[in-house]
């Protein structure tokens, strides 16, 4: 498991999954218009998300939901990657790989619910639709609190660098 985690850590590695990462993100904003991908917003009631499913049309449902299986399934692999290796190199500590492990159980979990959600349309369960809605807005915050480790992780490394820089120049 160290291994991993050192590989991960690696700046080759990470230039090389913040590529794949900006690569599946343009893709996937290419095939799916970001107005109508339940996946991208925050919150949105039941009613919503089979109001955007009505707008998409059956042809646009099924180029959806291929998206979801064939982009942001694996999407999901690189951004954990990305994301643990980040957290490792920054803060050094593993017991925070939880905050990325969990954000993509929720998406799993959103995607997973967005389709099913799409092959009973037109039956509506509000059930369903309110779960994935939960889904998206819990991994949005799971999204937002790896960003802001990330952030300040950077931050206090740059002032601890600083710092240890101007106590050598003191000497």
Do not use: H
């Not at 050094?92 to 619910?113: M, R, W, Y």
């Amino acid at each position: 498991m160290k291994v991993i985690f050192k590989t991960l850590e690696k700046s080759s590695i990470l230039a090389f999954l913040f590529a794949l990462f900006v690569c599946f993100n343009f893709l996937l904003n290419l095939y799916m218009p970001p107005k109508l991908a339940l996946d991208l917003r925050f919150a949105y009631s039941a009613s919503e998300a089979f109001s955007v499913l009505q707008t998409m049309g059956e042809s646009m449902r099924k180029q959806y939901l291929l998206i979801i299986w064939a982009l942001d399934m694996p999407y999901m692999i690189f951004y954990l990657l990305l994301l643990i290796g980040l957290i490792c190199k920054i803060w050094k500590k593993k017991c925070l790989i939880i905050l990325p492990i969990i954000t993509v159980l929720l998406d799993l979990f959103e995607n997973l619910t967005v389709s099913v959600l799409i092959l009973r349309f037109p039956s509506e369960s509000f059930t369903l639709g309110y779960m994935a809605s939960f889904f998206s807005t819990t991994k949005w915050i799971f999204v937002g609190a790896c960003l802001l480790y990330i952030i300040v992780g950077l931050i206090r490394n740059l002032l601890y660098k600083r710092r240890t820089d101007l106590d050598l120049k003191g000497e």
